[in-house]
C-alpha cells in the first residue's frame, strides 16, 4: 500500500463541485435558521441572514441561551463551529475554489489503520487548516507574490492533523446544524411532525 501520494483523476474535479455545493447549501440552511430563531425565539423581524441575527442579540444584549450559544458558535476569538464553517463558505464563494484555494488541486491518498494492524488506502480532499489567514493574505490581491512562493505551496504535504478532510468535515457541520435546528424547534408555535406521505399525495401508484 503506497503511503502518501498526490493525484489527479478524471472524478476529482466534480469531487470538488460537489463539496462546494454542499457548503453553499449548508450556508443557506444556516440563514434559514437564523431567520427562524430571529422570528420564533426573539421576535425580531426583518432578519435573513446569520451575521444581521448576531449584530442584533448584540445590540439588544439578549441574554436568552440561544442567544448566547449563537453568539458563542460564531465567535472567531473562541474558535466556534460556525464562524469557521462561515469563513469556509465565504472563502470558495468569493476568493478561490477548493481546488485552488492553495495553489494545485490534487487528490490525496493516504492510509488508515483499523485494528491497530491493517493499513487500508483511503482517500482525503483536504481542506487549508489556515483559512482565517489565507483569507486575509488573499484578500490583499495576488495570490502568491513570486513564483517561489506558488511552488512552495504546492510542494506543501497537507496532513489531516492540520488540514481537515472536507468530507468528514462537511459530514460534522451537518450534524451540528441538526443539533442547532433541534434546539430551535423547541420553540417553534408548532409542534414538529414527521412528513407522511399516503396514497392522496403521490400521482400514480406507490411503488
Same mark, same amino acid.
Given at each position: 500500500?503506497?503511503?502518501?501520494?498526490?493525484?489527479?483523476?478524471?472524478?476529482?474535479?466534480?469531487?470538488?463541485?460537489?463539496?462546494?455545493?454542499?457548503?453553499?447549501?449548508?450556508?443557506?440552511?444556516?440563514?434559514?435558521?437564523?431567520?427562524?430563531?430571529?422570528?420564533?425565539?426573539?421576535?425580531?423581524?426583518?432578519?435573513?441572514?446569520?451575521?444581521?441575527?448576531? @449584530?442584533?442579540?448584540?445590540?439588544?444584549?439578549?441574554?436568552?441561551?440561544?442567544?448566547?450559544?449563537?453568539?458563542?458558535?460564531?465567535?472567531?476569538?473562541?474558535?466556534?463551529?460556525?464562524?469557521?464553517?462561515?469563513?469556509?463558505? @465565504?472563502?470558495?464563494?468569493?476568493?478561490? !475554489?477548493?481546488?485552488?484555494?492553495?495553489?494545485?488541486?490534487?487528490?490525496?491518498?493516504d492510509?488508515?489503520?483499523?485494528?491497530?494492524?491493517?493499513?487500508?488506502?483511503?482517500?482525503?480532499?483536504?481542506? !487549508?487548516? @489556515?483559512?482565517?489567514?489565507?483569507?486575509?493574505?488573499?484578500?490583499?490581491?495576488?495570490?502568491?507574490?513570486?513564483?517561489?512562493?506558488?511552488?512552495?505551496?504546492?510542494?506543501?504535504?497537507?496532513?489531516?492533523?492540520?488540514?481537515?478532510?472536507a468530507?468528514?468535515?462537511?459530514?460534522?457541520?451537518?450534524?451540528?446544524?441538526?443539533?442547532?435546528?433541534?434546539?430551535?424547534?423547541?420553540?417553534? !408555535?408548532?409542534?414538529?411532525? !414527521?412528513i407522511?406521505?399516503?396514497?392522496?399525495?403521490?400521482?400514480?401508484?406507490i411503488?
Amino acid at each position: 500500500t503506497v503511503e502518501y501520494q498526490r493525484f489527479k483523476d478524471l472524478f476529482s474535479r466534480d469531487v470538488y463541485k460537489t463539496i462546494h455545493a454542499l457548503f453553499w447549501e449548508l450556508a443557506a440552511l444556516r440563514d434559514t435558521l437564523a431567520e427562524f430563531a430571529a422570528m420564533y425565539c426573539f421576535s425580531l423581524s426583518g432578519v435573513r441572514k446569520l451575521s444581521v441575527l448576531t @449584530n442584533a442579540i448584540r445590540k439588544k444584549s439578549l441574554v436568552d441561551p440561544i442567544a448566547l450559544d449563537l453568539l458563542a458558535i460564531t465567535d472567531e476569538t473562541r474558535h466556534g463551529w460556525l464562524y469557521q464553517f462561515s469563513s469556509y463558505r @465565504n472563502f470558495f464563494t468569493h476568493t478561490a !475554489p477548493l481546488d485552488l484555494a492553495t495553489g494545485i488541486a490534487f487528490t490525496v491518498q493516504d492510509v488508515r489503520t483499523v485494528n491497530s494492524t491493517y493499513e487500508i488506502p483511503q482517500i482525503y480532499y483536504p481542506l !487549508p487548516g @489556515n483559512i482565517e489567514q489565507l483569507t486575509r493574505e488573499r484578500s490583499k490581491g495576488a495570490f502568491y507574490p513570486t513564483m517561489s512562493a506558488l511552488v512552495e505551496a504546492a510542494k506543501r504535504r497537507p496532513d489531516r492533523s492540520a488540514d481537515p478532510d472536507a468530507l468528514e468535515y462537511l459530514h460534522l457541520c451537518l450534524n451540528r446544524f441538526v443539533e442547532l435546528a433541534s434546539t430551535l424547534v423547541t420553540r417553534s !408555535p408548532l409542534a414538529p411532525a !414527521p412528513i407522511q406521505l399516503t396514497a392522496e399525495d403521490i400521482i400514480g401508484e406507490i411503488k
